[in-house]
C-alpha cells in the first residue's frame, strides 16, 4: 500500500473511475472485506477491493456477489488493486440465482471470459455478449424455458425458443457462446477453406494447431469433424447468441474438443468443460 502523500504516477489513468461491470468472481479477504474481479467494457478484467462489505450494514448489501450487472464507482491508485466506492445494480439476474443449471452456465460463462480476457485490454464486445448471455440464462429460468405464457416443457431441452429449441444454459448454448468469445479474442477456427493448404472440398477434420477445418491431405493431427459440427460452427459464429443452432450430441462433442484445441494451441489456455455433464 502506498503510504498517503506519496504522489501518484498513474498521471490521467489515477483517481475515480466509473464503469459499468459485471462480477466475476468475488473472494473474502481479511474480517470484513471483499477482493472481486470484475469484468468492464471499456479496462477489461479489472481487480478491486470492496472494504467492510461483509460487516451486515454494508453500504454495498449483497451487491458484489457474482453475475451482477452494477455501475461501479471505483479510485485507483498505484497499486494493482482498485477500491470500490459505490455500486448501483443495473441487473440482478434475480431468476438464474434459483436454478443450478443455470448458475452453473453463470459461472462456466465468466471463468471463460476472466481467463480468456484476463488483461486490461477494451473489448466491449465481449462485455456484451457476457451481458447478453446471463441475460438469457436469467430469462429462461422460469419453468416455460421459454417466452411469457408458453407451456412448459416435460423434460429436456424447451421446445419454443426462437429458431432452433436449444436453450443458453444447455451445452449448444454454452458452446455457441465460447465460439464467440473466440471470435472477439481474434481466435475464430477457419472454417471456410483447409487451414493447412486452402483446399475448398473434401474438408475432413479439424486440427487445432492449423487453426481451423483441414482437408483430406492435410489431415495429420487433425480429428475428424462431422458435417453437423461443421455447421454449428459456421451457424453460432454468424448469428446472434439468442438464436442458438442445434446439433446432435456427438457433434457438440466435436465442437467442444474444436474450441479446447484451439485454445490450447493459440492462447496455451484450457478452459472449464463448457457443460457439467461433459
Ligand atoms: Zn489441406
Redesign the pocket.
Known amino acids: 500500500m502506498p503510504a498517503a502523500g506519496e504522489p501518484r504516477l498513474g498521471g490521467p489513468m489515477a483517481g475515480p473511475v466509473k464503469t459499468e461491470a459485471v462480477v466475476l468472481r468475488s473472494m473474502r479477504y481479511g474480517e470484513a472485506d471483499r477482493i472481486l474481479h470484475v469484468y468492464t467494457p471499456h479496462r477489461g478484467r479489472i481487480s478491486a477491493i470492496a472494504k467492510g462489505v461483509r460487516r451486515t450494514r454494508s453500504r454495498f448489501g449483497g451487491r458484489l456477489e457474482p453475475f451482477f450487472r452494477l455501475r461501479m464507482d471505483l479510485h485507483e491508485g498505484r497499486g494493482e488493486l482498485l477500491t470500490v466506492t459505490g455500486a448501483q445494480t443495473v441487473d440482478a439476474y434475480p431468476r438464474l440465482r434459483g436454478d443450478a443449471r443455470a448458475l452453473d452456465s453463470a459461472a462456466r460463462a465468466c471463468d471463460a471470459v476472466g481467463r480468456l480476457f484476463e488483461t486490461g485490454e477494451p473489448h466491449p464486445g465481449v462485455f456484451n455478449l457476457l451481458c447478453r448471455h446471463l441475460g438469457l440464462l436469467d430469462e429462461q429460468v422460469s419453468g416455460t424455458g421459454g417466452p411469457a405464457g408458453q407451456p412448459a416443457a416435460t423434460d429436456g431441452e424447451p421446445p419454443d425458443l426462437p429458431s432452433t429449441g436449444s436453450s443458453a444454459s444447455g451445452r449448444a448454448g454454452a458452446l455457441a457462446f465460447r465460439l464467440k468469445l473466440l471470435l472477439a479474442a481474434g481466435l475464430a477456427p477457419q472454417l471456410g477453406a483447409?487451414?493447412?493448404?486452402?483446399?475448398r472440398e473434401h474438408l475432413v477434420g479439424f486440427s487445432g494447431s492449423a487453426g481451423g477445418v483441414?482437408?483430406?491431405?492435410?489431415?495429420a493431427a487433425s480429428f475428424p469433424l462431422e458435417e453437423e459440427a461443421y455447421n454449428f460452427m459456421t451457424e453460432a459464429l454468424g448469428r446472434p447468441l439468442t438464436e442458438i443452432p442445434a446439433a446432435p450430441g456427438p457433434a457438440l462433442g466435436q465442437v467442444e474438443r474444436a474450441i479446447s484445441e484451439t485454445l490450447e494451441h493459440h492462447a496455451h489456455l484450457r478452459l472449464m468443460s463448457a457443460t457439467a455433464r461433459a
Not at 483447409?194 to 483446399?199: F, L, T, Y
Not at 483441414?214 to 489431415?219: H, I, L, N
Request: glycine share 24%.
Open positions: 483447409c487451414a493447412g493448404c486452402g483446399e483441414v482437408c483430406g491431405a492435410c489431415e
